[in-house]
């Protein structure tokens, strides 16, 4: 082969190979790339989540764990992990495009996002992705959890427990008529005592408890309760309160504030009230019984300091204060 001849096939095989380049290169191919390299993206992590579940299933130890959201807490950080590598990988992919998109033309950007548009599988990973973000535990997984079997919750559980709740009066107590709720957060619980336990089975426990509630900002004001607790076991959670019901509400007076506040009777000639009066330099809670109408009434006055504070519209037949509690 002469030199000419040589410089020829030379030269066709540079232009054949810089046709290749720029071919492999191209704003549609590369725009196919990235395209596919998301879809497999999606594909992969989508096997992750079913190996995660089938592994989940077939190495579970329900003798590990204590109490069901245990294992709750251990899968879905399983599945936030997962979910993490899955933005973290789509993240550099888009970082990558963007990097990419920003040298080219903008003859250039547009093929590139059409040829990228026309390769991603947009539905089928937009479905893939609000799988994958969906944080419900998968009914496999559920199963393995049931066979956890959480004891009993005891007196120091069910204290934990009570300071969600609140505690309605018994009918005919002092915060029954103007309907108060007492917010146990608002108090420690102190000697909490199961008394009796009424049904006991695998899925309900139910018992009475005796219990006082001592003021977290004053430290004098106490109650004393006693309550019936029924906690359920739902086939997939832990032992919880299903409903509290008071059976005693009994205010613990507090000496220091007994001579604070009387009842006095005041107005016009035609009307007669009925008054709580506080001459201490706290606000007071008043717990007050009087009877009209022939018949009994309790209710529970906030009496402001150096104040009259109202208790009734008429003058009562009889009436005495039963409990002062500071607030």
């Not at 990097?99 to 093929?111: P, T």
């Not at 018994?170 to 009796?196: A, F, P, R, W």
């Not at 006082?212 to 906690?231: A, F, H, P, Q, W």
């Amino acid at each position: 082969m002469n030199t000419f001849k040589k410089l020829l096939f030379v030269i066709s095989v540079l232009l054949c190979f810089s046709f290749m380049l720029e071919s492999c290169t191209s704003p549609a191919k590369r725009g196919k790339h990235f395209a596919e390299n998301e879809n497999e993206i999606f594909q992969d992590f989508q096997k992750e989540i079913e190996k995660l579940i089938d592994s989940y299933a077939s190495d579970f130890r329900p003798e590990n764990y204590s109490l069901r959201q245990e294992a709750k807490d251990e899968w879905l950080s399983r599945h936030a992990d997962i979910v993490r590598l899955l933005t973290e990988n789509i993240e550099n992919n888009q970082s990558e495009i963007k990097a990419y998109v920003s040298d080219l033309s903008n003859d250039e950007q547009v093929e590139f996002m059409k040829t990228y548009r026309q390769t991603l599988n947009t539905e089928q990973n937009n479905k893939l992705w609000q799988q994958l973000k969906d944080t419900t535990i998968p009914p496999e997984v559920l199963h393995s959890i049931s066979l956890i079997k959480p004891q009993k919750p005891n007196e120091t559980q069910m204290a934990k427990d009570l300071e969600k709740m609140s505690l309605n009066d018994v009918e005919g107590g002092y915060y029954y008529e103007t309907n108060q709720t007492i917010q146990i957060s608002d108090y420690n619980i102190n000697n909490l005592k199961i008394t009796d336990i009424a049904t006991n089975t695998s899925t309900e426990y139910t018992v009475k408890a005796s219990m006082s509630l001592l003021g977290k900002v004053n430290k004098e004001r106490r109650i004393d309760i006693i309550c019936t607790i029924r906690y359920l076991l739902p086939e997939y959670d832990d032992w919880s309160i299903d409903f509290i019901k008071t059976e005693t509400l009994t205010p613990v007076s507090a000496d220091a504030y007994s001579g604070c506040v009387k009842l006095i009777i005041s107005g016009g000639w035609l009307m007669q009230y009925l008054y709580v009066k506080n001459v201490c330099s706290k606000p007071l809670e008043v717990f007050v019984r009087y009877y009209e109408y022939k018949k009994w009434h309790k209710k529970v006055v906030v009496a402001k300091p150096q104040e009259d504070t109202f208790v009734s519209y008429n003058e009562p037949d009889e009436y005495k204060i039963d409990y002062v509690l500071p607030l």
